[in-house]
């Protein structure tokens, strides 16, 4: 209907709209000279790169992109047409649209069908308080819901009569009814096709009612019925629970997406009001689009059954010809048995919460569910993996993203995969996917000949007098030498001494506080007192060394005496009985 508004009427419109005045109305604006800047309202971002140009009439996004107009504006922030945003610009400048004849009745129709759904629907929550309801009312409380979440979702019931609505109607809504099948005249005669059921409305962007869900209270064939199409009602378009969410949140950031009504519905009333629904079997692109014009963020959750994961299957596939950069979805399945309204009632709103924080992303889940019964240690399944894969990849538009997923099977499919669990976690070794442990091996690093000495210290104190005589003939020893001197100022004769007097002198912990910072490996205890000691006693260490050697070669035929003395020389220090 867009090519009946004259474009010169458009062009006079967007002249007289204050862009600032109107994209403050719904975003918090910070005057920057002759312009006005904001975190972006279309993506998350903590530093502001929105800005608007009321000189120029347009806003851009620096971060993500977005630009436009102040119809573009209404258009995206708040899911409008083109048609729906020009009347409400229009209605803010005292402008009138000028249509033409068709378009005027074509949108009279429009007003027309909408109203009169609208009437059902206050029928249906007149009727839900009504005596006839009483049922109906004890239903929604044995499933939890208060009256202050049944009252936001008008949720209502549909008399079991079968001309109840029709009859309620009179002649001024009865057409409107029978043009939408609210009320079916399929046998001859007016009846309501709603009956026995508790009623959910379905409403548009702007909050008309366009359609009706049922479900049922008795034993129907169909637990659940939609409304049929109708001009203002294309179910694979629409949907549920969009415009309350809208109304729940000042800035829409992500979508859940569920599959039922009722799980809409519970997931508000405990305090997650971004949850939506598609009214279908399967969330086709359609829907997707709908979906994609309002967020760039949208998780799809799917019962943990057989037909969730085909369902979350379909969704991956619709999804993947619609993928950019920027766009971000993911995957939630519920355990064996939950769905939504059940899991949220069981475990509260922040252990759900958490669910959809660890929501599987699209690559991640496409991955998983194409390798679902290989082995990927097999040549054959790896193979197996690419025939399944690519030409799901081959579907998406040409992105980083796709890019970043090619890179990913081909990385799957080389033989290098480290992200199946190994059999061993299978049989419940561990849990979680990990990779084996790298058995690490020390490795001998050369250290400065000071540094060195600073780590014997530290090993045994009572080798501070040595360090000190040794510093004296040595220009070498510089850290060494103070940090020994310290030592003996102290009286600190072992190593929990030492350690217990760093930890509470302050004046010495700031003194030796980047002693080892450039040592990056510590040697085995007995490796750096055997080399101190080379560096204190070179002479006394090779006498060492020899005595050593002979006592090792003797090893079966030592005397007690002899053991004591090889103990005594492999710790690397003197016998001073310490």
């Not at 620096?62 to 708040?78: M, N, P, Q, T, V």
């Not at 001309?163 to 007016?190: H, I, N």
């Not at 190593?495 to 040697?523: C, M, N, W, Y």
Request: proline share 4%.
């Amino acid at each position: 209907m867009s090519g009946l508004i004259p474009q010169r009427f458009v062009e006079d419109l967007l002249d007289r709209i204050d862009l600032a005045e109107l994209i403050g109305s719904r975003v918090t604006l910070k005057k920057a000279g002759a312009n006005y800047k904001a975190c972006c309202p279309f993506h998350d971002e903590k530093t502001p790169s929105f800005n608007v140009r009321p000189d120029k009439g347009f806003y851009h996004c620096f971060g993500c992109g977005a630009h436009g107009d102040a119809i573009s504006f209404l258009r995206e922030f708040e899911g409008l047409g083109f048609t729906e945003a020009v009347e409400d610009l229009a209605r803010r400048a005292g402008m009138e649209v000028p249509y033409d004849q068709a378009a005027k009745q074509e949108m009279q129709q429009t007003r027309t069908l909408t109203e009169a759904l609208d009437f059902a629907s206050r029928f249906y929550q007149q009727a839900l308080g009504s005596e006839a309801g009483a049922f109906a009312r004890d239903y929604l409380q044995q499933r939890g819901l208060d009256q202050a979440i049944i009252q936001q979702y008008q949720v209502g019931f549909a008399p079991a009569g079968g001309t109840a609505l029709c009859d309620a109607a009179g002649t001024s809504f009865k057409e409107p009814l029978l043009e939408t099948k609210t009320v079916s005249d399929q046998y001859g005669r007016p009846r309501d096709l709603f009956r026995n059921r508790v009623m959910f409305p379905i409403r548009n962007t702007r909050g008309k009612t366009i359609a009706f869900g049922g479900r049922t209270l008795g034993d129907d064939k169909a637990k659940y019925i939609n409304s049929p199409e109708s001009d203002v009602f294309h179910k694979s378009r629409e949907i549920y629970g969009l415009y309350e969410a809208r109304q729940n949140l000042k800035q829409l950031d992500k979508l859940l997406v569920v599959e039922g009504y009722m799980d809409v519905i519970a997931l508000a009333q405990h305090g997650i009001k971004f949850a939506v629904a598609t009214l279908g079997t399967a969330t086709n692109q359609d829907n997707l689009s709908a979906l994609m014009r309002q967020v760039r963020h949208i998780v799809f959750c799917f019962d943990g059954d057989t037909a969730g994961y085909h369902a979350a299957d379909r969704a991956l596939e619709n999804a993947l010809e619609l993928m950019a950069d920027g766009l971000h979805l993911q995957f939630l399945m519920m355990p064996q048995g939950e769905d939504p309204d059940t899991l949220i009632r069981k475990e509260g709103a922040e252990a759900f919460s958490k669910r959809i924080e660890a929501a599987i992303p699209l690559s991640r889940y496409l991955f998983d569910r194409q390798s679902n019964g290989l082995d990927l240690r097999l040549p054959e399944h790896r193979g197996e993996l690419r025939a399944r894969a690519e030409p799901m990849l081959n579907k998406m538009p040409k992105c980083t993203l796709r890019d970043a997923m090619w890179h990913e099977m081909l990385r799957l499919c080389s033989g290098r995969d480290q992200w199946q669990k190994k059999p061993w976690q299978e049989r419940g070794g561990n849990k979680g996917w990990q990779r084996e442990r790298i058995q690490e091996q020390r490795i001998d690093v050369k250290l400065s000949k000071d540094s060195l000495l600073c780590l014997a210290l530290t090993e045994a104190p009572d080798l501070a007098a040595e360090v000190v005589a040794a510093a004296r003939s040595s220009r070498q020893f510089i850290q060494a030498a103070a940090f020994a001197s310290w030592i003996l100022e102290r009286k600190l004769a072992n190593q929990s001494a030492l350690i217990s007097a760093l930890a509470t002198d302050v004046q010495a912990k700031d003194r030796f506080f980047h002693l080892f910072d450039g040592i990056e490996h510590i040697p085995a205890r007995e490796h750096t007192l055997e080399a101190a000691r080379e560096l204190l006693s070179p002479d006394e260490e090779a006498s060492r060394q020899q005595r050593l050697a002979a006592l090792l070669r003797n090893f079966v035929n030592l005397s007690p005496e002899e053991r004591s003395e090889l103990r005594t020389l492999s710790s690397g220090t003197k016998n001073n009985g310490t």
